[in-house]
């Protein structure tokens, strides 16, 4: 274990708990104990007045090969695994993509097996849902934005009926505390230390997530369904630290090219370590 609570130090008042950014730390049978999502931060010991938690003898496996072959074997998966890192600049080994593209389609890209990272940017999308996932939004002038919109988004047989409601469910969802001017986007096995994954499943698999999260901490995942891809599966898991599934919206679907029993599953990267080693351990360990 990465940290362990000494008991006979605990003052059992709850700090560690309260701040603990993985919601790692549970309480049961009338202690605390540090469960697999520890990612090693270390904030629990800087709130822990009693000074009971200490260093455990192993670490939070941050080997993004391992860890990506880790869950396409254990859940079945043969698309690869998207990582996003946001950041303000493209790296020198990371190209920029000229465009144009879609985010969801890059998505489609690396699910479907071309895992090079690429430096994503506003200049570069067709769409303007990528403010969505923490980005800068792309210029227009009003009457290029009416035009799209009319065009493939608002009225009868379309996405929305009318302007007005376009971006009503964006209240439901965390707010980035930033614009960023780009994300690295490409497979999980390319990117060092990302914000976040999303990973194509079935149900079936998403049984099989759920049960290895709540596994140790009785956290359940949340869905969504009805705004765009980028929205249901952008914000949560680097704000709140939160898994969430979505379905997708048409676009999103068919730009990440899903078939019809596939859903997606956003991950906050510092809760996979954790997530990969629970699968070993639940009711579905003998799949």
Not at 88 to 105: L, R, S, T, Y
Not at 128 to 155: C, L, P, Q, Y
Not at 213 to 223: K, N, S
Not at 260 to 266: M, N
Request: aromatic content about 8%; glycine content about 10%.
């Amino acid at each position: 274990m990465s940290f362990f609570i000494d008991q006979n130090i605990c003052a059992r008042c709850g700090s560690c708990i309260g701040n603990c950014p993985n919601r790692a730390i549970v309480f049961r049978d009338s202690i605390y104990t540090v469960t697999n999502m520890c990612f090693d931060c270390g904030t629990c010991i800087q709130y822990c007045a009693s000074g009971a938690i200490g260093e455990g003898t192993t670490r939070a496996e941050r080997d993004n090969k391992i860890l990506d072959n880790a869950l396409k074997e254990k859940l079945g998966i043969k698309k690869n695994i998207v990582a996003m890192k946001f950041t303000d600049k493209a790296p020198d080994d990371v190209p920029v993509e000229e465009g144009p593209h879609f985010w969801c389609g890059i998505c489609g890209d690396i699910f479907d097996g071309d895992g090079k990272p690429v430096y994503f940017t506003s200049e570069a999308s067709t769409c303007g849902g990528i403010t969505n996932i923490g980005m800068r939004a792309k210029k227009a002038s009003k009457e290029e934005f009416d035009a799209a919109m009319e065009a493939s988004v608002i009225g009868e047989g379309k996405s929305y009926s009318n302007k007005d409601i376009l971006a009503k469910h964006r209240s439901l969802f965390p707010q980035f505390h930033k614009a960023y001017p780009g994300v690295i986007i490409g497979s999980l096995e390319n990117i060092p230390h990302p914000d976040l994954i999303i990973i194509p499943i079935n149900a079936h698999q998403l049984c099989m997530i759920s049960t290895a999260f709540a596994f140790d901490t009785g956290e359940v995942i949340m869905g969504h369904a009805g705004p765009a891809a980028c929205l249901m599966t952008g914000p949560t898991p680097p704000i709140d630290k939160r898994p969430v599934f979505a379905a997708g919206d048409d676009g999103g679907r068919t730009f990440m090219r899903l078939d019809h029993a596939e859903l997606v599953i956003s991950f906050p990267y510092s809760l996979v370590p954790g997530l990969v080693e629970n699968l070993d351990r639940t009711v579905f360990a003998h799949e």
